[in-house]
């Protein structure tokens, strides 16, 4: 949800990639239908984790910033400083999987966390540059 947030708001600012701790290939169709409401397209969107992106190339020495969601990720990312000059935010976003009964309640707790994705994103890195 935020590597298509940071890329429908900041455009090519920025290089963005989604990882985790571990492979979740699938985005649940929640996080879809929520960010579908911006305007986001996340249907194709696929996360890897940090192990898969040095697998596949991805030189973690060229990122500045790792943003954590979770107390996980951010463990995870605090021990890749130590092979890599990172700098580790951690944004302590609802975690909207499981939450609320019937597909309405479902859909307004993951509503909640791309908002709250959103303010940080804008408190980190300024007003948008891409579209309002």
């Not at 305007?39 to 910033?65: C, K, P, T, V």
Request: aromatic share 10%; charged share 30%.
């Amino acid at each position: 949800m935020a590597e298509g947030m940071m890329k429908k708001f900041y455009g090519q600012t920025a290089y963005v990639q989604s990882a985790g701790v571990h492979n979740d290939m699938e985005i649940d169709g929640f996080s879809i239908a929520v960010c579908e409401e911006l305007g986001i397209e996340l249907a194709r969107h696929r996360s890897r984790s940090f192990d898969e992106m040095q697998e596949w190339g991805d030189d973690l020495s060229g990122f500045d910033l790792v943003v954590a969601l979770s107390p996980a990720s951010q463990r995870r990312a605090l021990e890749l400083t130590r092979f890599f000059h990172l700098e580790v935010e951690y944004w302590p976003i609802l975690d909207p999987t499981g939450l609320g009964e019937g597909r309405e309640a479902k859909l307004e707790s993951y509503r909640q966390a791309r908002d709250q994705i959103h303010e940080r994103m804008l408190a980190r890195f300024g007003t948008l540059t891409k579209e309002e």
